[in-house]
């Protein structure tokens, strides 16, 4: 046997030593291929800024009247009426059914809710009970400021006529408290159902 010097040692030791690394970045670059095979193409990042959320304010309605002034209407939901109390004197049977013949004394009790940028006024505030109108004693104030609520009671007597569930409903006539506003109606308001 030969013995070997240092440098014959290194010059066989350093082709293994350069296949070996080949092979493990061989071996890592598969990995990598087949990983990113299986898991689809790569997202792509956005490149256009986002968008606005949904909703928002909605532009106001505008206009320009007969004298040449922009006029710029509120926005918001259209006034409602919020009932939130009720009460029938003798109580519903079951709850919710009125018995044919019996007369009811029915007291509600609520909110007009003005969720506008401006004043409202109330025209006519009246109650229907199963779609026929109800002469109940309706009180009120007759002016609901912007972004605000106001009482409403509804009192008063119904014989009815028929068994049936009841279904008491109101109905709100209103304004503008500023008569610059009168033709912007309903006009940018959104209806809440």
Known sequence: ?????PRSRRRLLLPAVLAVLALLAAAGAATVLVRAARSGPAPVGQTTP????A?????P???????????????????????TAATFDPPLSGGSVMLAGRRYRIHLSGTVDNETGAAIDVGRLFASVRGV???AHVT?????????????TVDGSYT??????????????WHWHDTKLTDCDENGL????
């Open 160 to 173: 009815s006529h028929s068994k049936g569930t009841v279904r008491v409903a109101t109905h709100l006539d």
């Open 55 to 59: 909703g928002g304010q909605p532009a």
């Open 50 to 53: 986002p968008l606005l959320p």
């Open 1 to 5: 046997m030969t013995e070997s010097s």
């Open 190 to 193: 959104v209806a809440d159902d």
């Open 61 to 83: 309605y505008t206009f320009t009247d007969a004298t040449g002034r922009l006029i710029v209407c509120p926005t918001g939901s259209e006034p409602t009426v919020m009932i």
């Open 140 to 152: 009120v104030a007759r002016n609901v400021p912007a972004q605000s609520s106001v009482r409403v």
């Open 133 to 135: 109108f109800w002469p």
